[in-house]
């Protein structure tokens, strides 16, 4: 389309053209049989996703919603312990503290998690954890299988967003132990924004809060959903479903394990880049901790300024991520997630190595060329 530009952030993503005109058709009755079949088969293709033979569900609303409707099924009145290491597990953090006594276990962004910290808050009683699996803000990869454990031991829920990794990263819910998990329609997916899913153990079932929200009461998706046929038990965003619907039958056609090697693969193209421009890569890792799978942080070097450079690339038609908050500034990342390949990286990093040439900055080496020896 004219004037339209790719989008390299760490959602929306660029949406394939069948899953955008699949919008185009007229509505359907979402309490009929049609939507029905369409979105039990979304469910279908979701549980490997997510990793997981627990019950799932799709809300219309955006990731946060998803976050919001975890918390508030799940921690009402309850100690919650939260880790925090990016913008988005301070989120989960924010609406715990609005139903639950909830404890801020946080790091510098994109550091390791404290999970020493952790088990002594779950061995004061701690009874829900809330982990953000793949930090954007930040472009880390935190242990989810570790804080399963964890959270197992002293039997506590855990609640993951995996709003950036389920479907473009390896998500093992049900092996990790994770209770409740969840997606944003957005990202890994490559479906429009507003549409959220989200899994359900039969461990969180049986703790689920007798004080819950209207809209976002999970007994209520559960009780639609288990008619015949499928239903929601609130009007959904119907064309929203229709295109997620489109995204996830390309995700079964490309299969999982080629999904998420294609995300591996880009990710390392474009650190491999920075790392031949002579840039550091903005998190501190450890050995439980990875460089996300789906977007890459780049810290910016000393001169350099965000508006300048993400505005060149912007002329250029392209859109970066700049950082949030604390990180405004200071960092920028490309993701590498959805529907996007090889061509869509190069372009990005032929861009961004223009910019930072153009600003000054004295380039070492060939920063395309090195993310080509990756995805050759």
Avoid at 206 to 227: I, M, N, Q
């Amino acid at each position: 389309m004219e004037n339209e530009s790719l989008l390299m952030l760490p959602g929306p993503v660029p949406i394939p053209e069948r899953v955008r005109m699949v919008m185009m058709r007229q509505a359907i009755n979402h309490r009929g049989s049609e939507f029905g079949s369409l979105y039990a088969e979304c469910v279908r293709i979701l549980r490997p996703l997510f990793g997981t033979t627990a019950d799932l569900f799709i809300l219309s609303g955006s990731g946060t919603a998803a976050m919001e409707a975890a918390v508030a099924n799940f921690g009402k009145d309850r100690k919650i312990a939260s880790l925090v290491n990016g913008k988005f597990g301070e989120r989960l953090f924010k609406i715990s503290q609005r139903y639950g006594n909830a404890f801020d276990i946080g790091s510098t962004w994109g550091t390791p998690l404290n999970l020493e910290l952790l088990e002594s808050h779950l061995e004061e009683g701690a009874e829900l954890v809330t982990l953000v699996h793949n930090e954007t803000s930040a472009g880390i990869k935190n242990p989810a299988e570790e804080v399963g454990k964890l959270a197992r031991k002293h039997d506590a829920l855990l609640i993951m967003d995996g709003i950036t990794s389920i479907g473009g990263d390896v998500v093992e819910a049900d092996r990790w132990g994770v209770d409740i998990a969840f997606v944003g329609s957005q990202k890994c997916l490559a479906a429009p924004a507003g549409l959220s899913a989200i899994s359900v153990s039969k461990r969180a079932w049986d703790r689920l809060s007798e004080k819950r929200p209207y809209y976002l009461d999970l007994a209520a998706y559960r009780k639609s959903a288990a008619g015949t046929p499928m239903e929601t038990p609130y009007t959904p965003a119907v064309t929203l479903f229709l295109a997620l619907h489109q995204a996830l039958l390309i995700v079964e056609k490309e299969g999982i394990s080629a999904r998420i090697e294609r995300h591996r693969r880009l990710s390392r193209a474009v650190r491999e880049a920075a790392q031949a421009w002579g840039l550091s890569l903005y998190p501190t890792l450890d050995d439980h901790h990875a460089y996300s799978n789906t977007v890459t942080a780049i810290s910016y070097p000393s001169g350099i300024k965000d508006s300048e450079m993400r505005g060149i690339v912007k002329k250029m038609g392209i859109e970066i991520a700049g950082g949030q908050d604390s990180l405004k500034g200071k960092i920028f990342r490309i993701g590498s997630m959805g529907a996007v390949n090889a061509p869509e990286i190069l372009a990005t990093l032929a861009v961004v190595e223009h910019a930072l040439r153009k600003l000054g900055y004295p380039v070492r080496g060939n920063g395309v060329e090195a993310a080509c020896e990756v995805l050759v």
